[in-house]
T-cell receptor, first 114, second 108 residues
Framework: DTEVTQTPKHLVMGMTNKKSLKCEQHMGHRAMYWYKQKAKKPPELMFVYSYEKLSINESVPSRFSPECPNSSLLNLHLHALQPEDSALYLC?????????????FGDGTRLSIL | KNEVEQSPQNLTAQEGEFITINCSYSVGISALHWLQQHPGGGIVSLFMLSSGKKKHGRLIATINIQEKHSSLHITASHPRDSAVYICAVRGATNKLIFGTGTLLAVQP
C-alpha cells in the first residue's frame, strides 16, 4: 500500500469541465510534487511545493492550478483542459525539499479528456 | 542527448535469469534513484544511493560516481518483476531528472 494517496484513480472529463485531483500524505513530509506522465514516457515535473509554498512551476499552462491547503494535502485544479492533457498524473512527497531525500509516489490519477 | 540514459530500453528474460539494467548520466548529482512502475500503476522507489552498493531482497543497486554510472541487478528473476524500471538523478536543484526507462518482461 502506498503512503501517498491519490483520488480519484480515474477521471474522465470534458474540455469545459472543472475538476480537481487530490493527493494526501500523513508522513509529515514538507515537500510535495505533481508530475505528468504520458504513455511510455518518463514523468515530467509540473509543480513543487516546499513548506506549503509553491517553489517550482515548470511553465505549466494556467489551466492547471495547484493548491496546498496544508502540509498533508495537495490539490491540482483542472479547468478547460485539452485532449493532449490526457495522461497519468502522479503526486509525490519527500520529508524535506532537499536533493537527497527520497520521493514517495502515489498510484496516480489517470485522466482522460474527451 | 538525454542527461540520463538507460540501457537496454527493452529486456525480455526467462524466469530465474540474472538481470542487469544500466544507467549513465552526464550531470553532477547528489543522489540517484531506481524506481519501478508497473503497467498503469504508480511508482515505487526501490533505491536511493549516492555511493557504493545497496541490496534489498533480490535487488542490488550499485553506483560509480567517477564513471557516472549505475546498475540495477535482479537475481533469480520472476514474472512479477515485469515492470518499467526508471533511473532518476537529483542534482543541486530539487528536481528529479528521469531516464527513459527499461521495460522488463520476465517470462515463466
Amino acid at each position: 500500500d502506498t503512503e501517498v494517496t491519490q483520488t480519484p484513480k480515474h477521471l474522465v472529463m470534458g474540455m469545459t469541465n472543472k475538476k480537481s485531483l487530490k493527493c494526501e500524505q500523513h508522513m509529515g513530509h514538507r515537500a510535495m510534487y505533481w508530475y505528468k506522465q504520458k504513455a511510455k514516457k518518463p514523468p515530467e515535473l509540473m509543480f513543487v511545493y516546499s513548506y506549503e509554498k509553491l517553489s517550482i512551476n515548470e511553465s505549466v499552462p494556467s489551466r492547471f492550478s495547484p493548491e496546498c491547503p496544508n502540509s498533508s494535502l495537495l490539490n491540482l485544479h483542472l479547468h478547460a483542459l485539452q485532449p493532449e492533457d490526457s495522461a497519468l498524473y502522479l503526486c509525490a512527497s519527500s520529508a524535506t525539499p532537499g536533493p537527497v531525500q527520497p520521493q514517495h509516489f502515489g498510484d496516480g490519477t489517470r485522466l482522460s479528456i474527451l | 542527448k538525454n542527461e540520463v540514459e538507460q540501457s537496454p530500453q527493452n529486456l525480455t528474460a526467462q524466469e530465474g535469469e540474472f538481470i542487469t539494467i544500466n544507467c549513465s548520466y552526464s550531470v553532477g548529482i547528489s543522489a540517484l534513484h531506481w524506481l519501478q512502475q508497473h503497467p498503469g500503476g504508480g511508482i515505487v522507489s526501490l533505491f536511493m544511493l549516492s555511493s557504493g552498493k545497496k541490496k534489498h531482497g533480490r535487488l542490488i543497486a550499485t553506483i560509480n560516481i567517477q564513471e557516472k554510472h549505475s546498475s540495477l541487478h535482479i537475481t533469480a528473476s520472476h514474472p512479477r518483476d515485469s515492470a518499467v524500471y526508471i533511473c532518476a538523478v537529483r542534482g543541486a536543484t530539487n528536481k528529479l531528472i528521469f531516464g527513459t526507462g527499461t521495460l522488463l518482461a520476465v517470462q515463466p
